[in-house]
């Protein structure tokens, strides 16, 4: 298979790797995706509570190229964003900035579901009210 | 000596032809172009002599007869040939027939098709090391199955199956054994005047010889009698017919020649790569090699990285050309079919990589595997939120996941 430039571009230089304390009251994590079908996801925001805004981003994939792409992608677009916006973050922009072919498209899928779970883990946390389509799919 | 790039590991796939080989099928596309059928003038007669050198090559390399040789265009072919043949015309003694769950897709395809068309197929379960258990095929033989079918040594994890037990279980009961031997020809003996099979598929370009040219051994004593799948001219005793292309036949026959003569020492030195690949890659924590450590083939090395998937896996190692499974296969995203059969975890078949070595493999060759495969695992695990739960000691079976 043939990976486009910035698909390679994130294989090979990652950005945000690693992990927060998942206990951290500001630190909302999501994790979606299963071993079995051969893609897991982690994607951690750290919100500043004053603002509201995700101030920085971690993750971690099990996958193909394209899921490491996609998710490190998203680490990259969520800073600096509210809760709200980052909830607005589409699968289809993501598979247009990388290029992902059909068979791919199921990787930005599940980085956008990584966003959601994170938001609603966080906000759940603080007793707000979650959306509800986050996790299953 | 340095490598050359990229290193191909990918040898269950297809070998490079051997030069020699290329040598000999030369003259057979210039100046030498008659049609073997052809009797009635001289450029026929030198095809037909050609062709017939070929196939006593071939015959020589597995212990046969050359009238026990058809040819064919290659193993998918013969597999065909032989279970719809045999299929077909023994019909009458019964419906059933027998294999594995892990054969070639060219087997388990073939059997679906004569399911479709009112037989019955047993698919048996193999053990975990990946070699049939014998008393679960003794039990699933009846008395009207006709037809067994077990591959020599698997495509995508080497194991070499115990094709004279099988075959003295088969011939006690008057079935019929067929052998898809494509992966085993010039890596292990093949000796059919003692080996009771009685159907065995061959391949070219797995043995160093060109592709769509192959084989299908059909035993004379006992005899066994197939339907024609392919109809016209009558060509190789009626069993198929078809123009016989000379070069490509010509090419099989001295790509067998040259494994006969070489196999020993030829094996004895992939047999030391492999050993040199094997330390190397065990070095990694967490590898898991998929298939019977000893009763494999020396070209094969079938491993799980735990908590690396296969494709990303494949990305890193651009240096080195493997396959997650086998390239018939490899358009899919499911995890191999032979891995699971083996009941291999889906992540551990995830996270597999078959690398075949071969004739022109070198020892700069593994090492450079080696420290690719070691440095590239080690990167993606870094990224791996499994491994993170795998060092914290969470058992990842207990985690409630997300399937989508």
Known sequence: MAYSEKVIDHYENPRNVGSFDKGDDTVGTGMVGAPACGDVMKLQIKVDPRTGTIEDARFKTYGCGSAIASSSLVTEWVKGKTLDEAMTIRNTQIAQELALPPVKIHCSILAEDAIKAAVNDYRAKHGEPVSGDAVAH | MTPHFPI????????????????????????????????????????????????????????????????TSGATESNNLALKGAAHFYASRGKHLVTVKTEHKAVLDTMRDLERQGFEVTYLDVREDGLVDLDRLRDALRPDTIVVSVMFVNNEIGVIQDIATIGAMCRERGIILHVDAAQATGKVLIDLSTLPVDLMSLASHKTYGPKGIGALYVRRKPRVRLEAQMHGGGHERGMRSGTLPTHQCVGMGEAFRIAGAEMGT??????????????????????????????????????????????????????????????????????????RALGRSDELAHSSLRMTIGRFTTEADIDYAVSTLQDRVAKLRELSPLWEMYRDGIDLGSIQWTAH
């Open chain 2, 8 to 71: 191909y590991m990918d040898y269950g796939a297809t070998t490079p032809v051997d030069p020699r080989v290329v040598d000999a099928m030369v003259p057979w596309l210039r100046e030498h172009f008659g049609n073997p059928a052809s009797r009635s003038h001289a450029w026929g007669w030198e095809a037909e002599e050609a062709v017939e050198k070929a196939r006593a090559d071939v015959a020589a390399l597995i212990h046969a007869d050359p009238r026990e040789i058809v040819w």
């Open chain 2, 266 to 339: 030829e094996n004895e030195r992939v047999r030391m790569l492999q050993r040199r690949l094997l330390d190397g890659i065990q070095q990694i924590e967490q590898v898991f090699i998929n298939g019977h450590l000893e009763q494999r083939v020396p070209h094969n090395l079938n491993a799980s990285f735990n908590f690396v998937e296969g494709e990303s896996l494949i990305m890193g190692i651009k240096g080195i050309a493997v396959s997650s499974g086998s390239a018939c296969t490899s358009a899919s995203l499911e995890p191999s079919y032979v891995l």
